[in-house]
């Protein structure tokens, strides 16, 4: 069975660092661009960040650039979202989920088709506040 569950949410005060982990069990990461979105409160769920299984592509959505980096271990089977100079409006539950269409993420598609994507976890909470 497929598992992919999101760890290292919580409360951060407004300029602070989380990082978040992705592990995967029953999957392997080889071949497969893996991606993290996020639901805010009262809000849709919004693509963040994808990072490619063999190519070096990255993507951010614009919100975060300069402050989220993603990275990913294939061989712990595990994808990392550091989070920096967080800002109340990155308040949301974060998840991560596998592009099975695609092992790059070169372009805006391979992070906000979010249809390509599959076995969603259950989410991490991180909340920025003061």
């Known amino acids: 069975q497929v598992q992919f569950v999101e760890s290292g949410g919580g409360l951060v005060q407004p300029g602070g660092s989380l990082r978040l982990s992705c592990a995967a069990s029953?999957?392997?990461?080889?071949?497969?661009?893996i991606g993290w979105f996020r639901r805010g409160p009262g809000k849709e769920r919004e693509a963040v960040s994808c990072i490619s299984s063999g190519d070096g592509s990255i993507y951010y959505t614009d919100s975060v650039k300069g402050r989220f980096t993603i990275s990913r271990d294939n061989a712990k089977t595990t994808v990392y979202l550091q989070m920096n100079s967080l800002k109340p409006e990155d308040t949301a539950i974060y998840y991560c989920a596998a592009n099975l269409m695609r092992s790059s993420c070169s372009d805006y598609y391979a992070l906000h088709r979010q249809y390509e994507y599959n076995y969603w976890g259950q989410g991490t909470q991180v909340t920025v506040s003061s």
């Open positions: 029953g999957f392997t990461l080889d071949g497969y661009a």
